[in-house]
């Protein structure tokens, strides 16, 4: 059974639709990558299925329950997790300050094994815990976006255009550690602009244009149509 799933699904803002009619589900433990060009609606199905856009038509299931109604917090506590777009930390905290609002629903005993599982996958930030966000490489702030989110102990994390603005080091070692966390059992959406990268890492595949499906299935399906991604992403791959 799918662990999250959007069926007939469409959101927006105000009187605007942003995205109609799409249906996909992600598994226990997969990772799916939504793909489009700018303007396809990537983000606005992030935000709506965190609960931070209308949802206008449609289910929004998360573990075989209907949480299309439920308020931003409720799907939180359900394991949902978000990774933002630009990271949006609190630049006047510090590294371990930004971790610990991460993890403020869980307990203090959580929280001391959740530093210790972000400060493993990112050692890069145990060095710098006791620095500034806003004193952060853009690599390291994008690091740090990721642990934020691991620190509520999520079973599906939504990235949002993780490689933006980064070096390609950087991104290597931010996929890396997706895959890592992927093989300990988190699903993960990934919505990324390097076309080639996400499809490096995805199971699965849903192309948006225009606020719609074109395009969903395996990832290796995608990297075959070469026309079809070069179309509707701008990528090759």
Not at 179 to 202: P, Y
Not at 223 to 233: A, F, G, P
Request: glycine share 10%; charged share 20%.
């Amino acid at each position: 059974m799918a662990w999250l799933e959007l069926q007939n699904f469409s959101c927006g803002y105000g009187e605007m639709v942003a995205v109609s009619g799409l249906s996909l589900a992600i598994e226990p433990g997969q990772i799916l990558a939504l793909l489009g060009p700018n303007g396809a609606g990537k983000t606005s199905t992030i935000l709506a299925i965190m609960g931070h856009v209308q949802i206008k038509a449609g289910t929004l299931s998360v573990d075989g329950r209907d949480v299309t109604r439920l308020p931003a917090l409720a799907r939180a506590e359900l394991g949902l997790a978000l990774v933002p777009e630009g990271r949006r930390l609190f630049s006047d905290l510090t590294v371990a300050e930004n971790l610990t609002v991460g993890g403020y629903s869980r307990s203090r005993a959580d929280e001391e094994r959740n530093l210790e599982r972000v400060f493993d996958l990112f050692p890069r930030l145990f060095e710098r815990r006791t620095q500034l966000a806003a004193s952060l490489s853009g690599g390291e702030q994008q690091m740090l976006a990721i642990g934020r989110a691991l620190m509520s102990m999520p079973r599906l994390l939504l990235v949002d255009e993780l490689s933006l603005g980064l070096m390609p080091k950087m991104v290597d070692l931010c996929l890396d550690a997706l895959k890592r966390l992927n093989k300990e059992g988190l699903a993960i959406l990934l919505v990324e602009q390097n076309t080639s990268r996400a499809l490096d890492v995805a199971v699965q595949v849903c192309v948006l244009a225009s606020g719609r499906s074109v395009f969903s299935g395996p990832a290796e399906a995608a990297r075959r149509d070469v026309d079809l991604l070069h179309s509707y992403t701008g990528a090759a791959v």
